[in-house]
């Protein structure tokens, strides 16, 4: 975004998705001028790289778009096996219009649709714990209780949910091993955006003591903290007191 002076993200998608157009129009007229003589997956990986690079991990949309970018990428990688097959060609192209149509409508929604049609939907609890035996037990516990929980394992996961859903409280382990960003992090990535900063954050840790609590609770901004080990899942029944107050 630097390199070429672009500032609105929709832009450099929209640049991003023009390049492969032209690119691959060059190719079928046998002209490959900007690009490699065939198609390379590392060329795509790498261009894809770049552009998303730069962008704030926070935000969610990172992983929005490789879900996004992943499918477009593959049909214009499997066209060369199809050139002298119009039928499957033919079934391509159509591919690639249908996941170009997904990119587009997915920066649109985010950038310039209204804000509220992305938080239409509400569940209970968005759970972000690193640990696939907690994750488990903790969403199970809440599920036999009538709760619906969302569980998922990092925390860009959790901010690309948010794009789409807003939790009536959150649960997040503090240290997660497997996201790049940790949980006391996350949390005050939330409390300090004005879209997110009324919901609930509980935060799990095992490494922060009963003195700890009030300095982390002041620096993260969370509601409340439950320190592990969890030896009775009647410690989670405070997430019950927020789920009644929404």
Do not use: W
């Given at each position: 975004?630097?390199?070429?002076k672009?500032?609105?993200?929709a832009?450099?998608?929209?640049?991003?998705?023009?390049?492969?157009?032209?690119?691959?129009?060059?190719?079928?007229?046998?002209?490959?001028?900007?690009?490699?003589?065939?198609?390379?997956?590392?060329?795509?990986?790498?261009?894809?790289?770049?552009?998303?690079?730069?962008?704030?991990?926070?935000?969610?949309?990172?992983?929005?778009?490789?879900?996004?970018?992943?499918?477009?990428?593959?049909?214009?990688?499997?066209?060369?096996?199809?050139?002298?097959?119009?039928?499957?060609?033919?079934e391509?192209?159509?591919?690639?219009?249908?996941?170009?149509?997904?990119?587009e409508?997915?920066?649109?929604q985010?950038?310039?649709?209204?804000?509220?049609?992305?938080?239409?939907?509400?569940?209970?609890?968005?759970?972000?714990?690193?640990?696939?035996?907690e994750?488990?037990?903790?969403?199970?516990?809440?599920?036999?209780?009538?709760?619906?929980?969302?569980?998922?394992?990092?925390?860009?996961?959790?901010l690309?949910?948010?794009?789409?859903?807003?939790?009536?409280?959150?649960?997040?382990?503090?240290?997660?091993?497997?996201?790049?960003?940790?949980?006391d992090?996350?949390?005050?990535?939330?409390?300090?955006?004005?879209?997110?900063?009324?919901?609930?954050?509980?935060?799990?840790?095992a490494?922060?003591?009963?003195?700890?609590?009030?300095?982390?609770?002041?620096?993260?901004?969370?509601?409340?903290?439950?320190?592990?080990?969890?030896?009775?899942?009647?410690?989670?029944?405070?997430?019950?007191?927020?789920?009644?107050q929404n």
């Amino acid at each position: 975004m630097e390199e070429f002076k672009i500032k609105n993200q929709a832009k450099l998608i929209r640049a991003f998705v023009n390049n492969n157009i032209d690119y691959i129009y060059e190719v079928f007229q046998k002209r490959p001028l900007n690009g490699p003589k065939k198609y390379d997956e590392n060329y795509f990986d790498d261009f894809i790289k770049k552009a998303i690079d730069t962008y704030e991990l926070g935000n969610g949309f990172y992983e929005e778009l490789k879900q996004k970018l992943s499918p477009l990428k593959l049909s214009i990688l499997l066209l060369e096996n199809y050139l002298n097959e119009p039928e499957h060609l033919l079934e391509l192209i159509k591919n690639i219009q249908n996941s170009l149509e997904e990119l587009e409508n997915s920066v649109k929604q985010r950038f310039e649709e209204p804000k509220l049609i992305r938080f239409v939907k509400k569940i209970d609890i968005l759970y972000i714990e690193d640990n696939e035996l907690e994750r488990k037990t903790i969403d199970t516990f809440f599920k036999t209780q009538g709760i619906n929980i969302k569980s998922v394992e990092t925390a860009d996961e959790g901010l690309y949910l948010l794009n789409t859903l807003t939790p009536k409280v959150i649960l997040v382990d503090i240290n997660l091993k497997t996201s790049k960003i940790n949980g006391d992090e996350f949390c005050q990535m939330l409390k300090s955006n004005n879209e997110h900063t009324s919901i609930p954050i509980i935060l799990i840790s095992a490494v922060v003591s009963k003195n700890e609590k009030q300095e982390i609770l002041i620096k993260t901004g969370a509601n409340d903290i439950i320190i592990k080990p969890i030896d009775k899942l009647t410690d989670l029944h405070i997430l019950f007191k927020y789920l009644k107050q929404n």
